[in-house]
Each structure stands twice: as structure tokens, then as C-alpha cells.
């Protein structure tokens, strides 16, 4: 299967923030109001869906609704969920595969549960996403290199390079204090591979965040294991995060993955930042390394990937170079049909 690229954004395309998982409650608002401010700033056209707002998740069907309407109306030239939550599992099944087969591939950026939908979308479709920094991030005094950026690939046509951050956020503000927050980069970011050799791969790029992804193993929208099939000439990366899993979950969730073939024959296999208290680095490198370390692939770890941002935006089904030496790191993707 092709991959399908979006169309570039431009001045005046139009932004559908919709919730698919996790809506946005009053109290946090205010921070949504910066956000579409920003987007509007930047001259874009936001809109809002109809279950955008509101203090109790909706039923599985109303936001299936609202997401699918945004993914087939030819008008809408992006998708952007404002973070992620815990039950966008529960659209897979009710989504009209067939009909978004035939539909133009808008962009969507997003991560954590937004994963769940991202990946089953390049798998069945071939669309390409990107998984990056949520829309609920990037308010308009967010101006570290990464997060600032973090909407250019969806007006690129062509590639985009990232260089790993300076350093990373440990804590999170409450917004519902300060709703205008930016992130607090508190810990230098070192980059590494698990064998502490420079690497270089290529490969497309799939992935997202463990604690969803382990969800799809074995299930219809999870057939890692073809895509690496059908790309085993160009390579395959796979990229993955921890947000909450303990170490005991996580080894059984990475050996789950082992086990079902998504990590058989990859170019490398990239680790964000575990942001779980109890598998931070160094158990993070413990339990990968343990589960992991006797694969012949490069392993990295401490990426700018996942819930300790800031993060690089990375495309789902991109054609991807990634290098990593001496604690730094460099990633160049390139939008290739094939």
C-alpha cells in the first residue's frame, strides 16, 4: 500500500479541533481559547466540532460521529484532537474504513491515545499522520525550538529535519492555574542507543504510545508486521513511548509486541522518555534492555517522543533517516509515496 500524504496547509486552511477520545471540560477553556487564538495567528482557520466542550466524555458513538464528519468533509483541510485520554479504542470499530478510503487524507497531529487512531489509519488507509506535541501544548508562549516548529511538516511538501531538544520538562503546570503555561525544561535531554555506539537507519516511520498500541497487538488494526513486510526494501523505524505503564507492565506489553512480530526485521526501534515514575531512566533502559537488548537492531532511547516533551513531530509512514552520536540526535523525513 502507498503511503497518502496530505496536502500541504496553507494561509487559510481550514482546522477542525475535534475530540475523539477526551473532551475539553470548562475548566480548562481558557487554554483552549490561547490555542485557537494561536492557530488563527498563524492564519489558519479554526473551527471547533460539536463535542469539543463538555465536562463527561460522550458516548463512543457521538464522538465517532464528530470525527468521522471531520475526516470526510472535503472542506477540511486538518484534524487536530486537543490531547489525548483513555477510550479512543472505542471508535476503531465504528469507523467507516471504506469510506475514508475514498476521501482526500487530511492532516491530524496529536499523540498519547490519539495513537490508537493514527496507526489503524496508516495500516488500512496508508495516511500518513503525525504524532507529535497535542494541540492543548502549543499556546502562544510555547517557543522552544521543537514545539514552535511542531506545525511545519503539515505545510511541507517535500521533508523536514529535527535536531534533539536542549533539555525536557520533568513536571507539568496545572493549567487550570495558569492556562497560558508554556513548558518548564528543567533536565538536559542526552540522546542514546542502548548499546552507547553511534547509529544511522533508515526506514519508515510507525508508532506512538505503548500503553495504547499494546491495545491493537494481535487485532485487525494492528498488522505492524505486514507494513514491515511491504517496506522491508525502504526499512521500517518504529517509535515508541511510555506514559504510565509500571516496569512489570511494560516488559509485558514490549514482549507482547516482540512476541506478535512488530519489532521482527526493523531498521531501529526508538524510545521516547518514559515518563512513568516508576520506569524512569535508568529502569526505563532496564526493562528494554532486559526485554529488548538481544535483538541485532539499534536501539534508542531518550527521545524527544512522548509525555516529557517537548517532542519532535513525526510522521506516520514517512521515509525517515535518524542518526545518533554522542548524545545528540538528528532526524530527517521525507514525504515518499514509495
Known amino acids: 500500500m502507498s503511503i497518502r500524504f496530505p496536502r500541504p496547509l496553507r494561509a487559510g486552511s481550514s482546522i477542525v479541533v475535534v475530540a475523539p477520545s477526551s473532551p475539553v471540560p470548562d475548566a480548562l477553556v481558557p487554554r483552549l481559547a490561547l490555542v485557537l487564538t494561536e492557530l488563527a495567528r498563524r ?36 484534524v487536530m484532537p486537543p490531547w489525548g485520554g483513555d477510550l479512543a479504542i472505542e471508535l476503531l470499530a465504528h469507523m467507516d474504513f471504506e469510506a475514508l478510503s475514498r476521501a482526500r487524507p487530511k492532516w491530524i497531529l496529536g499523540y498519547s491515545d490519539i495513537s490508537t487512531l493514527l496507526v489503524p489509519m496508516l495500516l488500512s488507509l496508508g495516511w500518513a499522520s503525525a504524532h507529535g506535541p497535542n494541540l492543548m501544548d502549543l499556546v502562544p508562549a510555547q517557543t522552544d525550538p521543537l514545539s514552535s516548529r511542531a506545525l511545519e511538516p503539515l505545510v511541507s511538501d517535500a521533508s523536514f529535519s529535527q535536531r534533539a531538544s536542549a533539555h525536557f520538562q520533568t513536571a507539568w503546570v496545572d493549567w487550570k492555574q495558569q492556562p497560558g503555561a508554556a513548558f518548564q525544561l528543567d533536565q538536559p535531554t542526552r540522546v542514546r542507543t542502548l548499546d552507547g555506539r553511534a547509529m544511522h537507519a533508515r526506514g519508515r516511520l510507525i508508532g506512538g504510545c505503548i500503553d495504547t498500541l499494546a491495545s491493537l497487538v494481535g487485532t485487525r488494526f ?47 526501534i526508538l524510545f521516547g522518555r518514559s515518563a512513568a515514575r516508576e520506569t524512569s531512566s535508568p529502569l526505563h533502559e532496564t526493562v528494554v534492555r532486559r526485554v529488548l537488548g538481544d535483538l541485532r537492531v539499534p536501539i534508542v532511547i531518550d527521545a524527544d517522543v512522548g509525555h516529557l516533551p517537548p517532542q519532535w513531530t513525526l510522521v506516520e509512514g514517512a521515509l525517515a533517516t535518524l542518526h545518533v552520536e554522542d548524545g545528540h540526535a538528528t532526524i530527517v523525513q521525507e514525504w515518499v509515496s514509495r
Request: hydrophobic share 40%; with cysteine.
Open 43 to 78: 492564519g489558519f482557520d479554526p473551527r471547533e466540532s460539536a463535542c469539543l466542550r463538555a465536562n463527561e466524555t460522550p458516548s463512543r458513538e457521538v464522538r465517532c460521529a464528530a470525527w468521522m464528519d471531520a475526516l470526510l468533509d472535503d472542506d477540511v483541510d486538518a
Open 222 to 268: 494492528g498488522d505492524v508486521p505486514r507494513f514491515t513486510r511491504a517496506h522491508r526494501d525502504e526499512g521500517v523505524i518504529v517509535f515508541l513511548e511510555n506514559c504510565e505503564l509500571a516496569p512489570g507492565q511494560l516488559a509485558r506489553a514490549l514482549t507482547q509486541m516482540r512476541l506478535s512480530g512488530w519489532l521482527d526485521d526493523v531498521s531501529a
